[in-house]
Each structure stands twice: as C-alpha cells, then as structure tokens.
C-alpha cells in the first residue's frame, strides 16, 4: 500500500543548529512530494514541493528538500533554525495512480532556547 | 487575498447530535478538499469538489457524513449523527486549478470534540 512514513514524533533542537527531518515514501512510482507545517493556532502552509528534476529544492523560511530515489527518501533541511520553526511538519505525497495527497504522522520541531 | 477560512474554529457536541463544518476557499478556486486529523494519526483525505461536483469522495469514512458546495463556492459538512470516533481537527484546502501541482491553501481546522 502507498505510505509515507516520518519516523520522528518529535525531534528538540537547539536554536541556531541545523535541522532534518526524515520522511520516506513506499509508492510504486516516484510520487509527487511536499512539505507542509502548521504553526500553533494556524493552517496547514506549504514549505515545498518536488515534482521532477533538480532533486534539491528550495523552500520557503530557508528549508530546502532532497529527494533521493535511491532511499525513498525526501528530508527537510534547514541550516539554522529559529524559535519560530516551532511548529509540527507533516511530509505528504500523491500520484497519478491516487490522486489523494497521503501524509505522514508529522513531526512536532520543538526548539531550546 | 483571503485565505481559506472555517467555521467554527472549534465545536463540541454530544454523541448522537448533528454538527455542520464550512468552509470558504479562497475566491476562485475551483478545487475544494476535505481532510481530517484524528488525535495521534496521520491527515486523511475526505472528498474533492470541482466547483460544485464530487470528484472523488472515497474517503468518506461513512453515509454520517455529508458534504455540499452549493453554487461552487463555499462547503458544509455535516456529521450526523456524531459518534465518539468522529472528533479530530477538519481541514479544508482549495488550489485553483489542477489538482496535483497546484498548491493546496489550508485552512486553520475545525477542532471537534464529541463528548
């Protein structure tokens, strides 16, 4: 069955660190890819998104995203993070075969001052 | 430009009463999804509408559930009646066109709590 699986729950980083957060996809085909986060209080916002092509990509707030075929894999990136990163990042995915985005659990970023 | 807005924010019911979610996409998207979070588990597709049609709603977990968008524009979704295992957060998302590479805008969720 298609699944996107985020292994981490949460994850506590220091503020200023570098972040990633994993996220893996079991599909048939290479799907379609995204990064979503919802801050406190707020709507699901999209980071970025992977369709085809260079398998690095960039987003918004300074996260970037690999793709990796090889691993099945699309980690998000971020070189430092700010206490305003606090938030849960959820890793979703679709295909033409299932056009309905699948989602991961999502992993809840909590920063240390 | 407006986002996608629901009402209410939040809404708790007793088992056995009817609740109604809305829903208003942003001005002229076509595309207007339902998901629902329940505690602890992942995001789950509910249904798509193409303005005012059902494109697909293989998600619906059970006839409780009804969703309309009259005239294409805003939705409802009823729960009726409502059971212990509908409570989560309802989000709703509209894109403009194509449904795979346009961008989904969420909206901030109805937390509903059925008691």
């Known amino acids: 069955a298609q699944s996107v699986t985020q292994p981490d729950i949460h994850i506590t980083v220091s503020e200023g660190a570098s972040l990633e957060l994993r996220c893996n996809y079991s599909?048939?085909?290479?799907?379609?890819l995204f990064w979503y986060v919802q801050s406190p209080g707020q709507g699901l916002q999209l980071l970025l998104k992977?369709?085809?092509?260079d398998t690095l990509v960039q987003g918004i707030k300074g996260f970037e995203a690999e793709f990796k075929r090889s691993q099945s894999s699309f980690n998000l990136r971020k070189p430092s993070v700010h206490w305003s990163d606090a938030a849960e990042y959820f890793c979703?995915?679709?295909?033409?075969?299932?056009?309905?985005?699948?989602w991961g659990a999502g992993t809840k970023l909590i920063i240390k001052p | 430009e407006a986002g996608v807005t629901q009402f209410p924010s939040h809404s708790v019911i007793e088992k056995g009463q009817t609740v109604t979610l809305r829903c208003d996409p942003i001005?002229?998207?076509?595309?207007l999804y339902w998901y629902r979070r329940v505690m602890g588990k992942e995001i789950k597709f509910l249904l798509h509408?193409?303005?005012?049609?059902?494109?697909?709603e293989s998600g619906m977990p059970n006839n409780r559930f009804l969703a309309e968008r009259t005239g294409g524009t805003y939705s409802t979704l009823k729960v009726q009646p409502a059971e212990l295992e509908d409570s989560g957060v309802y989000f709703c998302?509209?894109?403009?066109?194509?449904?795979?590479?346009?961008?989904?805008?969420f909206g901030p969720g109805t937390r509903l709590t059925v008691l």
């Open positions: 979703a995915a679709v295909t033409y075969s299932n056009y309905q985005l699948i």
């Open positions: 599909y048939g085909a290479t799907p379609y």
């Open positions: 992977y369709f085809s092509g």
């Open positions: 001005s002229g998207h076509d595309n």
């Open positions: 509408f193409v303005k005012e049609s059902k494109q697909d």
């Open positions: 998302a509209s894109s403009h066109r194509d449904r795979l590479t346009d961008t989904q805008y």
